[in-house]
């Protein structure tokens, strides 16, 4: 947004030299080293960097807070001439939630399951005694009106979890404006949602920011999201500033190469690879259906074949079914009806029938690292054990393989082979899971939304190791994911999913050009660009042909 | 071997205190008879002899033995006792609450329901029904006490590890073909045993104040053999003479239980990552 009278403004909050530290084992470490923030009346300022890069951090500090287990340690904090450093936690309580407020990442977890969003909303106003409740209630319904929320008289009066996630990151929204503050630190809100519902959000968010000429501070890991929100950016990295200037010319002109890389990282496509020749594929779901418990239907007559040595992703939106489309091929999660071949020959539906073989030949990586590796085992356990027990290696062979494995997947062995799995980084841990499933020397690789806990760059580490792969081995991956970039980057053939049911497959040159099957296009069309105009532009398009009466979808299912 | 140096370095004075109350207890109970001057139970003198006199520093007992020569004896057989019941019990509980959350569906609820049973059933009052109806020997003291007392760790174990069954590694391992039993001991035993050790010193002390109960009541370890529980009892008439010598072995299984109690929070504190507020 850029909002013309937001640069000129006087300035509202002023961070100088912050430092906060934040404390391991028992000792402090520091995490933000002397990082200037300076933000005017109106203007919003976008923090953006990867994980560790302390943009959390120092956007609830300015609401003069350190999370438990952080402490500011230097600098000042400056909220309209009000040091927040020397305020006494009274006065500090007056301000936080009338003046400054605060919107989580999780509208889930940061709203109280057991009250009505209209009685959180009108909590804080009723609290810090700005309205009376009647009053509150009737300005949250406009509120409710201005972020788009359906039926906004009486939404109010559900609970938290009768609404959608979108529709709860709104009424969060809402509830931040409640006592109209001069600032709202927006800490990844959209972060947890899919991207169908993700511009709902932010432009909702837009506009009321820009209608009450709030500030804001919009913390974010993704460039393209920030660039549709902000009048100004700040790069972060470890806890320092990297570069920080005006939205668009950052976006058009990045100075730093981190900002270069961050912009770019996008960028990275596989050539296709050549069709597979032979008449059986390696892989056929054949007319699968799948319910939990027999009640809920999950998947509903999906059939997908996957040839010999290609990639196949498998995209949709939370609920669409494609996790458990892989739990089906595991054998995790027997199918009601409908068959699983491998190589032409139909599996045992449950994995505990199939045998050691069966099991070997299909691996899977998971999405969370951290979980999917026994924190007790080291490395050389972790790898050696499907070396020792599908194929039998001992001893010295064994250590051997292990290393090659370390190897293949950029490790050096020496310094990784004894170390226990929390001494790794998020990226380092994923490939350790992609060489415990090299070790099993498979066909097949299942990699369930292996990209989506990482941070941006070590995806596209991640991604590019995949592909490397699978040029020296030849293995066949089935992705399954919901971010569109990873489906660029890496398929040969996509199939697009939504609600258990497969909306349409081919070919990754036919599925992203036009015609789109009406999903498809809103899928498409709603993943955010670096263009700052991008999303008024879209919003702008997708009114215009609906006034046209084109078939047009909002959000899935609609 | 330095980190361990360290880590005790740092313990608060309550868990060293309790630490250095065990390491006495079990230094007592290891070489009991090359410490005491008397046999178990031989008689040395006349009845009740007053604390101080006669050389005995804890007088004698009313069949007229050395109470310190009883004390430490105790020491010995209750402490023995207790440890090895609290092992059978944790052997036991352990791998059923284990084999129930791996297994899942039918095994669980059979075990769970099973449990379920047992608990409801008031445990001293089980326990002596069952100790009547067989009599009293070491063993079967042992056996009664560890399944009853299995149940609790049952629970245990199976709450800890239902928090780790269902994480991917484990799912992993599922999907490698890996046995049940390979599945309990490599992924979800390593990453559950904080809650299980600082369950075992916790389940010890109950154990150890369940015999020395069962003894008061006569049902526990059988004279003449010294034990904590049967010297309350037998010297119980003194107190009403204003004596405290029967309170002294009552007072060595509350020093003990406490000892533990201090070095299980220190160890659940270390390991939980629980921080003190400020």
């Keep these: 947004m850029t909002s013309k009278n937001g640069a000129s403004g006087e300035v509202l909050l002023e961070m100088r030299g912050l430092r906060i530290e934040g404390q391991s084992e028992d000792q402090w470490n520091e995490i933000v080293h002397g990082v200037d923030v300076t933000l005017r009346r109106g203007e919003v300022l976008g923090l953006i960097g990867e994980s560790g890069a302390g943009k959390s951090t120092i956007g609830i500090a300015s609401m003069g807070f350190a999370r438990p287990g952080c402490r500011i340690s230097g600098g000042s904090i400056v909220f309209e001439g009000m040091d927040l450093r020397a305020a006494s936690d009274e006065q500090l309580r007056k301000l936080r939630g009338s003046r400054i407020a605060y919107v989580a990442q999780s509208a889930a977890a940061a709203f109280n399951p057991a009250h009505k969003l209209i009685d959180q909303y009108t909590e804080t106003p009723v609290q810090h005694g700005v309205k009376h409740k009647g009053e509150a209630e009737k300005e949250a319904m406009e509120l409710y009106r201005r972020l788009r929320l359906p039926d906004p008289e009486n939404i109010g009066f559900r609970y938290p979890h009768q609404v959608s996630g979108g529709q709860l990151q709104r009424a969060m929204t809402a509830m931040a404006m409640a006592c109209r503050p001069d600032l709202i630190v927006f800490d990844e809100p959209t972060t947890a949602l899919d991207v169908t519902t993700q511009i709902e959000v932010l432009a909702a968010i837009k506009d009321v920011v820009h209608e009450f000429n709030t500030a804001a501070i919009y913390i974010t890991h993704d460039l393209a999201v920030v660039a549709q929100m902000a009048d100004r950016i700040m790069v972060l990295r470890y806890g320092d500033l990297v570069e920080e200037g005006n939205a668009r010319d950052m976006l058009a002109n990045p100075k730093e190469d981190y900002t270069r890389q961050l912009l770019a990282v996008r960028s990275y496509k596989k050539e296709e690879a050549p069709p597979d020749e032979s008449p059986v594929p390696l892989l056929e779901v054949r007319n699968v259906t799948a319910s939990y418990g027999g009640k809920v239907t999950v998947l509903e007559d999906v059939s997908v074949k996957v040839g010999r040595g290609r990639t196949v992703a498998v995209v949709g939106e939370s609920g669409s079914g494609k996790s458990t489309l892989a739990r089906v091929i595991t054998g995790l999660l027997p199918p009601s009806e409908g068959s699983i071949l491998f190589d032409g020959e139909e599996l045992p539906a449950s994995y505990k029938r199939r045998s050691r073989d069966q099991l070997r030949h299909a691996q899977m990586i998971y999405q969370m690292p951290d979980t999917a590796l026994n924190p007790r085992q080291k490395i050389r356990d972790i790898i050696g054990r499907p070396v020792s027990f599908y194929l039998g290696l001992k001893g010295a062979a064994r250590e051997k393989r292990i290393r090659e494995l370390l190897a293949m997947i950029e490790m050096d062995p020496d310094e990784f082979i004894d170390r226990l799995p929390g001494e790794l980084s998020g990226g380092q841990k994923q490939r350790i899971c992609i060489a415990r499933a090299l070790a099993a020397e498979p066909e097949l690789i299942i990699c369930d939304e292996v990209t989506s806990a990482l941070d941006q760059l070590v995806a596209e580490e991640i991604l590019k190791l995949l592909q490397r792969l699978q040029d020296e081995l030849g293995v066949t991956y089935l992705f399954i994911t919901h971010d569109l970039a990873t489906v660029r980057a890496i398929s040969d053939e996509v199939v697009v999913m939504l609600q258990g049911k497969v909306v349409e497959q081919g070919g990754k040159a036919d599925i992203f050009t036009p015609p789109h099957d009406p999903y498809t296009d809103l899928l498409l069309s709603s993943v955010p660009e670096m263009d700052p105009d991008w999303l008024d532009a879209l919003l702008a398009d997708r009114a215009a042909r609906k006034a046209r009466g084109e078939k047009v979808m909002d959000s899935a299912g609609q | 071997m330095a980190q361990i140096w360290k880590l005790l370095k740092s313990a608060p004075p309550t868990a060293v205190f309790g630490m250095v109350v065990i390491v006495l207890y079990i230094f007592i109970a290891v070489f009991g008879p090359m410490?005491?001057?008397?046999?178990?139970?031989?008689?040395?003198?006349?009845?009740?002899?007053?604390?101080?006199?006669?050389?005995?520093?804890?007088?004698?007992?009313?069949?007229?033995?050395?109470?310190?020569?009883?004390?430490?004896?105790?020491?010995?057989?209750?402490?023995?006792?207790?440890?090895?019941?609290?092992?059978?019990?944790?052997?036991?509980?352990?791998?059923?609450?284990?084999?129930?959350?791996?297994?899942?569906?039918?095994?669980?609820?059979?075990?769970?329901?099973?449990?379920?049973?047992?608990?409801?059933?008031?445990?001293?009052i089980f326990a002596l029904l069952i100790l009547t109806i067989t009599g009293t020997s070491v063993p079967v003291l042992i056996l009664v006490i560890a399944v009853l007392d299995s149940t609790r760790v049952f629970r245990l174990a199976r709450s800890v590890s239902m928090n780790i069954v269902v994480l991917d590694f484990v799912e992993a391992a599922r999907l490698r073909g890996e046995g049940t039993w390979w599945i309990i001991t490599r992924e979800i035993l390593p990453n559950s045993m904080p809650p299980l050790v600082a369950e075992f010193g916790l389940r010890f002390c109950f154990v150890f104040l369940f015999i020395s109960a069962l003894s008061f009541l006569g049902l526990g370890i059988q004279p003449p053999t010294a034990d904590w529980g049967s010297m309350v009892r037998d010297n119980a008439t003194l107190i009403t003479y204003g004596d405290i010598t029967p309170l002294l072995p009552a007072a060595a299984i509350a020093l003990l239980t406490v000892g533990v109690n201090f070095v299980v929070d220190w160890f659940l504190h270390k390991t939980s990552g629980i921080r003190d507020d400020k």
Excluded: H, K
């Design chain 2, 35 to 124: 410490l005491t001057p008397y046999g178990e139970s031989e008689i040395v003198g006349s009845q009740f002899i007053p604390r101080g006199e006669q050389g005995f520093i804890l007088g004698t007992d009313n069949l007229g033995r050395d109470m310190l020569t009883r004390l430490i004896y105790g020491a010995r057989n209750t402490i023995g006792i207790a440890f090895v019941t609290t092992c059978l019990a944790f052997l036991i509980g352990g791998v059923l609450g284990l084999l129930a959350t791996t297994l899942g569906g039918w095994a669980d609820q059979l075990l769970g329901r099973l449990v379920d049973v047992l608990m409801a059933i008031p445990i001293l």
